[in-house]
């Protein structure tokens, strides 16, 4: 159940790329899970071919009025001057009705998703990327992505997977 005080959340998915689809559907691939690791050898800055960003907004429906800007912060960001400001006029967002009753334990809300894809991305140095929906005066937390060195004593291979040969592996 949606807590009453609390109108609007969401989330985001940090990823490397993200595919329209046949029927409507989207792709999203290389989904990073907490944190975007580089080898401790790489410096900053760091330029990637592709950085992608699915974000997901929901209210409560009727409970604003008001326009819905999304905010991305990269590090070296500040609050007042993010990387990527995109304004959604509310005028513009179409809220339909589904042609189909809501049962008594649903609650109508209003849905937002959308899709942002940099390429190429420059990361100036370590730190979170952080997204952030305002409206009004309300400030809506969608999630953040930590990009980080890999630590000296760090394996960055993804756990429960083994290593790579260090020969190709021919079978047949």
């Given at each position: 159940?949606?807590?009453?005080?609390?109108?609007?959340?969401?989330f985001?998915?940090?990823?490397?790329?993200?595919?329209?689809?046949?029927?409507?559907?989207?792709?999203?691939?290389?989904?990073?899970?907490?944190?975007?690791?580089?080898?401790?050898?790489?410096?900053?800055?760091?330029?990637?071919?592709?950085?992608?960003?699915?974000?997901?907004?929901?209210?409560?429906?009727?409970?604003?009025?008001?326009?819905?800007?999304?905010?991305?912060?990269?590090?070296?960001d500040?609050?007042?001057?993010?990387?990527?400001?995109?304004?959604?006029?509310?005028?513009?967002?179409?809220?339909?009705?589904?042609?189909?009753?809501?049962?008594?334990?649903?609650?109508?809300?209003?849905?937002?998703?959308?899709?942002?894809?940099?390429?190429?991305?420059?990361?100036?140095?370590?730190?979170?990327?952080?997204?952030?929906?305002?409206?009004?005066?309300?400030?809506?937390?969608l999630?953040?992505?930590?990009?980080?060195?890999?630590?000296?004593?760090?394996?960055?291979?993804?756990?429960?997977?083994?290593?790579?040969?260090?020969?190709?592996?021919?079978?047949?």
């Amino acid at each position: 159940m949606i807590d009453a005080a609390r109108n609007s959340w969401g989330f985001s998915l940090f990823c490397d790329d993200i595919r329209a689809e046949v029927g409507g559907k989207m792709s999203v691939m290389g989904v990073y899970q907490a944190d975007m690791v580089f080898p401790p050898v790489q410096e900053f800055p760091i330029t990637i071919p592709k950085f992608g960003i699915l974000f997901k907004y929901y209210e409560t429906k009727d409970a604003f009025t008001e326009d819905v800007v999304i905010r991305v912060l990269f590090p070296g960001d500040s609050k007042e001057a993010p990387s990527i400001t995109i304004p959604f006029p509310r005028a513009n967002l179409i809220s339909s009705e589904p042609p189909y009753p809501v049962e008594e334990d649903q609650q109508r809300v209003f849905n937002l998703t959308f899709p942002i894809l940099l390429a190429p991305c420059v990361i100036k140095q370590e730190g979170f990327v952080k997204v952030r929906v305002i409206c009004g005066d309300r400030t809506t937390n969608l999630g953040s992505l930590m990009i980080r060195k890999a630590r000296a004593d760090e394996n960055i291979l993804p756990s429960g997977f083994p290593a790579p040969p260090l020969s190709p592996v021919v079978s047949g």
